[in-house]
Structures are given as C-alpha cells and as structure tokens.
C-alpha cells in the first residue's frame, strides 16, 4: 500500500529526480489531511481561545481543548489535562528540567542520562545539575549499542532523583529497555522523563503501560506543523510543579503584588497558543490512526530489513549498533569507509535521494562511538521499497565516485 500520493511535497522534483524523502527522523512531511486541517482553521475558525465569549472565539477554544483530548487518546494519559502542548519535544524537555528539576532536585542528588540521547535531553539536565550540585551520570550501552539491565540497575541508585531517556536513539534506531528503566527508577524513588520524538512516529506510545513520570514528543516528527508538540505529565506532579513561563491565560488571579496560578496544563500554557497547529497535530494523529499501527510497523520494519540486508553487501559500509532489524525503528546510521558523511549526502542528494550527515545532536554520542559524524537514513510510513532500492544505488554511486567500487 502506497500512501504517497497524499503527501504533494512527495512529488517533487530533486536535482532532476523523483525526490527520494529519508531525511524523517529530522522532520516528516505533511499529508493532504494536515494541510486541510490547518488552512480550514485559519479560513473559518481563527481566533484566540480562552479569551471571548463570541462563537469564534468559541470554536476556537473547541478546536485548542478537542486537540489536546486527541494527544490524550494517543498517549493513552489517564485525562486530558496531563497533556500540555508545547513548540516541539525540546520544549517539552526544558519545561520538565526547569520546572521539575529546578525545584525538586537538590546538592548531592544524582540524574541519570543515556550517553546516546539527543542534546535536547541532555543539555538542559547538565544545567540542572550545574545550578542544583547535583551529580550528572551516564548510562552508557554495550558494543551492539543496547543498554542492558545490570548496566542500568548500577547506575540508578538511591540518590537518583530524575532518569531521562529517548524510547529509541535517533542515532542508533534501537529501542531501550524503558521497563527496566522505569522499574529501577522507581525502586529508588525517582520519576522517569521519556524523550518519544523518535518512537512516536513508529509505534504505540502509551504512558500509562510504560508507567513513566513524564512523555514528550513533537508533532513534525508525525506528520503534523512544525511548532507543535506535547508534554505528558502525571497529574499530581504537574500540580506540585512552578509555572515554566508567565504571562496571559496562566494566571488564576493578578495583584499588583502577588499572582495565582490555574491548574494544570493552562499553567503552563503562557500566552497565544498555536491553535492553527495543534489542528494540525490532530489531523495527523487521525491520519496515523486510520492506518494502524500493526500496518505502519509491518510496513516500516519490511523496510528497515530490506535496507539493512542490502547495506550489508557492501564491506566499506560501517553500521553503527546492532546491524539487525529487530527492535530498531526507522533509523539507520552509517558510514561508508573514509568518505565525509557531507560527501555521501552530497552524492545521494545529486540522485534525488535526501539523507541526513552531521553529529546528529548527539555529539556525547559520536564521541563514544569514536567517530565525528554520520550519515543517517530514516524511514516514515510513506516510503517504498522503490524508495529503499534508489537509496542502495546510491550507495552504489558514492563507491563509484570515490574509488571504492564499481
């Protein structure tokens, strides 16, 4: 089942050729259905929620709280209001870290980071400790890049007061053992902060099942508008938490002296929100949903092992973590014996085939894997086999080009 035809932007032209989209653990592109959503929202329903009482204002409102019950459903959160909408899972990250991290972690106290996470869920942890003096430590994976459990019963101990982790590395496409996390994690009396940005757009995500303290994501990683996104957090930590951002619509009551906060999410929702986006970010959750998710993984991993079984027939190209296809979603990254990775993303793009080359935001990572780039390719339901045999080809191509191979 081919699902191109509803993404416009799939059609285009690059340097001469059908453009081959695997760029989309950085961003996916958008469907019909999203794009319909956000120009029907600002053509009939734009206004500001929470601020009139006329019936545009209204639908309005309707729309901003009908999304957030979307994200509530897709998350699985036991009710809406542990859904706060964000730009992005960056800001989602920063709001937990400041908020919750800021307050509730203290001098001698200890959080505890994968070496492969993302800068997002690395940088604002490494200022939280840094103001808090508390102690930053990393769990760090085996040679097949998987973390296993000894390795993360050790490094969370009594001390530990916050655990941050991606569901799946945007690195190494490998899926982490979150319920050995979370057991531990909460054996000790921490709460566990999830990064979803790269298992989202691949698999059920339900927090509840996971039993994790907080889940963050970002819309443009599901086929929704940039600048949309979400934080899950259990509710009676959102309530004991401090606002991350003041201004209007967050306010219970203002003095000239003395303000009160409204309960969680508006609490944490400062300002004009991005209605016309979060339209959006419904609009793909449905989209997702009306294709399944047994047919989006079944299609996906078809995917993923095809590449992976035809990346191995070339000795130059270096795979990093486990090289098989299971319990790895959407990613892989790689390099092809001493070529540049900017190199290898120049040639592919010159035949029509958009990669990702760079550290990735997860320099840590590249430093423990000893090297300092990579190229990435990057799966999303609308991809075909097709897809992945230009992209082998290619390979092919940047052999030729720099003398490896014919």
Same mark, same amino acid.
């Given at each position: +089942?081919?699902?191109?035809?509803?993404?416009?932007?799939?059609?285009?032209?690059?340097?001469?050729?059908?453009?081959?989209?695997?760029?989309?653990?950085?961003?996916?592109?958008?469907?019909?259905?999203?794009?319909?959503?956000?120009?029907?929202? #600002?053509?009939?329903?734009?206004?500001?929620?929470?601020?009139?009482?006329?019936?545009?204002?209204?639908?309005?409102?309707?729309?901003?709280?009908?999304?957030?019950?979307?994200?509530?459903?897709?998350?699985?959160?036991?009710? &809406?209001?542990?859904?706060?909408?964000?730009?992005?899972?960056?800001?989602?990250?920063?709001?937990?870290? !400041?908020?919750?991290?800021?307050? =509730?972690?203290?001098?001698?106290?200890?959080?505890?980071?994968?070496?492969?996470?993302?800068?997002?869920?690395?940088?604002?942890?490494?200022?939280?400790?840094?103001?808090?003096?508390?102690?930053?430590? =990393?769990?760090?994976?085996?040679?097949?890049?998987?973390?296993?459990?000894?390795?993360?019963?050790?490094?969370?101990?009594?001390?530990?007061?916050?655990?941050?982790?991606?569901?799946?590395?945007?690195?190494?496409?490998?899926?982490?053992?979150?319920?050995?996390?979370?057991?531990?994690?909460?054996?000790?009396?921490?709460?566990?902060?999830?990064?979803?940005?790269?298992?989202?757009?691949?698999?059920?995500?339900?927090?509840?099942?996971?039993?994790?303290?907080?889940?963050?994501? *970002?819309?443009?990683?599901?086929?929704?508008?940039?600048?949309?996104?979400?934080?899950?957090?259990?509710?009676?930590?959102?309530?004991? +938490? &401090?606002?991350?951002? $003041?201004?209007?619509?967050?306010?219970?009551?203002?003095?000239? =002296?003395?303000?009160?906060?409204?309960?969680?999410?508006?609490?944490? @929702?400062?300002?004009?929100?991005?209605?016309?986006?979060?339209?959006?970010?419904?609009?793909?959750?449905? #989209?997702? @949903?009306?294709?399944?998710? @047994?047919?989006?993984? $079944?299609?996906?991993?078809?995917?993923?092992?095809?590449?992976?079984?035809?990346?191995?027939?070339?000795? @130059?190209?270096?795979?990093?973590?486990?090289?098989?296809?299971?319990?790895?979603?959407?990613?892989? !990254?790689?390099?092809?014996?001493?070529?540049?990775?900017?190199?290898?993303? *120049?040639?592919?793009?010159?035949?029509?085939?958009?990669?990702?080359?760079?550290?990735?935001?997860?320099?840590?990572?590249?430093?423990?894997?000893?090297?300092? *780039?990579?190229?990435?390719?990057?799966?999303?339901? #609308?991809?075909?086999?097709?897809?992945?045999?230009?992209?082998?080809?290619?390979?092919?191509?940047?052999? *030729?080009?720099?003398?490896?191979?014919?």
């Amino acid at each position: +089942m081919s699902l191109m035809s509803d993404f416009p932007i799939l059609g285009a032209d690059e340097n001469g050729k059908r453009l081959v989209y695997l760029d989309n653990a950085a961003t996916t592109q958008h469907p019909l259905q999203v794009l319909d959503a956000v120009r029907n929202y #600002y053509t009939c329903d734009n206004a500001n929620p929470h601020r009139g009482v006329y019936e545009l204002a209204r639908k309005a409102t309707d729309i901003h709280e009908q999304a957030r019950a979307t994200v509530a459903r897709f998350l699985n959160a036991s009710r &809406p209001e542990e859904i706060i909408f964000t730009q992005n899972t960056t800001e989602a990250l920063n709001l937990v870290a !400041s908020s919750y991290g800021m307050k =509730y972690v203290g001098e001698g106290d200890e959080i505890v980071i994968s070496v492969s996470e993302h800068h997002s869920n690395l940088v604002p942890w490494q200022r939280v400790a840094g103001a808090r003096k508390a102690k930053l430590k =990393y769990l760090y994976p085996g040679e097949d890049g998987r973390y296993t459990g000894e390795a993360i019963n050790e490094i969370i101990t009594e001390k530990t007061k916050v655990v941050a982790i991606a569901q799946v590395s945007n690195v190494l496409g490998l899926v982490n053992p979150i319920d050995k996390v979370v057991r531990r994690a909460h054996e000790v009396g921490a709460v566990v902060v999830l990064d979803c940005a790269q298992s989202t757009p691949h698999m059920k995500v339900d927090v509840q099942a996971l039993d994790v303290d907080f889940a963050a994501f *970002s819309g443009h990683k599901i086929y929704a508008p940039m600048g949309t996104g979400a934080l899950y957090g259990r509710y009676d930590l959102l309530e004991k +938490m &401090p606002p991350y951002m $003041s201004g209007g619509d967050m306010i219970n009551q203002v003095h000239e =002296y003395k303000t009160t906060f409204a309960k969680p999410p508006r609490k944490f @929702e400062a300002g004009t929100r991005n209605v016309g986006g979060e339209a959006g970010l419904a609009a793909a959750i449905d #989209y997702i @949903e009306s294709i399944g998710w @047994e047919t989006i993984e $079944s299609t996906e991993d078809r995917l993923m092992k095809l590449a992976l079984d035809g990346m191995r027939e070339f000795p @130059e190209v270096k795979i990093y973590g486990d090289d098989s296809s299971a319990g790895r979603k959407g990613v892989i !990254s790689f390099n092809i014996g001493d070529v540049h990775p900017h190199d290898v993303a *120049s040639i592919m793009d010159a035949n029509g085939v958009a990669i990702r080359a760079g550290h990735h935001c997860a320099q840590p990572l590249m430093d423990f894997l000893k090297i300092n *780039s990579c190229c990435r390719v990057s799966f999303a339901l #609308y991809n075909t086999e097709d897809d992945v045999k230009i992209f082998l080809d290619s390979i092919m191509k940047v052999r *030729s080009w720099m003398g490896l191979g014919s």
